[in-house]
Structures are given as structure tokens and as C-alpha cells.
């Protein structure tokens, strides 16, 4: 398959995740727009555009790195939670939800990752 990350199962989830993210900041108020939604937004299409484009690398090493920005994507997503959070433009439980979300993504990477370097 020319598109080979389309079958990676962090992509998949990752997909998922990114689709939950735009929903939730959908209800954050309209003066967020252009600030943390944007952000939110952007750090979740982040993950899978890193995934993708670490894909066609020509080495296990530099689709690692890759790998390690995704993830530095996704915590970024977990920090604009948190303050969504904070400012209450989130639920208790609807945080804690994307928070389990966010987790078992980082797991995958980080397996996916580490398999790179075995």
C-alpha cells in the first residue's frame, strides 16, 4: 500500500481522538476561537500529520523522531485540556475521558517508537 501509515494502529486511534478534540472544542466559547481552540486544533492534527509524514522516512531513526513529535503533539493537547479545564470550558468527567484517550495514544507511540530503536 502506497499510504502505509493509513494502517498503523496509532493512526487509526489517533483519527479518532482528533475527531473527539474538534467536537469538544466546538463548545468552547466563540472568543476562544482564535486562541485555544485554534491551538487544541492544530496540536491534534499535528499527531497524525507527524505519524504520516515520519512514515516515509528512509530510516527506522528518523521516523523515531517523528514519532517523538507526535507525541509532543499530543501533550500539547493534553496541556490545552487542562486548561479548558481550568477555565472551565470542560466537565470533570469529559477531561478525565480525553485524558484516558490521550494516554493509550501515548502508549501506542511510544511502543511504535520503541520498536523503531529494537
Do not use: W
Not at 527506522?60 to 507525541?71: G, I, S, W
Amino acid at each position: 500500500m502506497l499510504f502505509r501509515f493509513r494502517e498503523f494502529p496509532v493512526y487509526k486511534v489517533a483519527r479518532i481522538f482528533r475527531s473527539l478534540v474538534y467536537k469538544t472544542s466546538a463548545d468552547f466559547p466563540k472568543d476562544e476561537r482564535f486562541a485555544l481552540t485554534d491551538q487544541i486544533r492544530r496540536a491534534a492534527n499535528s499527531i497524525l500529520l507527524n505519524v504520516a509524514e515520519g512514515s516515509n522516512r528512509h530510516s527506522d531513526k528518523d521516523f523515531a523522531r517523528f514519532l517523538t513529535m507526535a507525541l509532543g503533539s499530543l501533550e500539547e493537547v493534553v496541556a490545552c485540556l487542562d486548561i479548558a479545564l481550568d477555565e472551565k470550558y470542560l466537565s470533570t468527567s469529559k477531561h478525565a475521558n480525553l485524558l484516558s484517550e490521550a494516554e493509550q495514544i501515548a502508549k501506542q507511540i511510544v511502543g511504535f517508537r520503541h520498536s523503531m530503536k529494537s
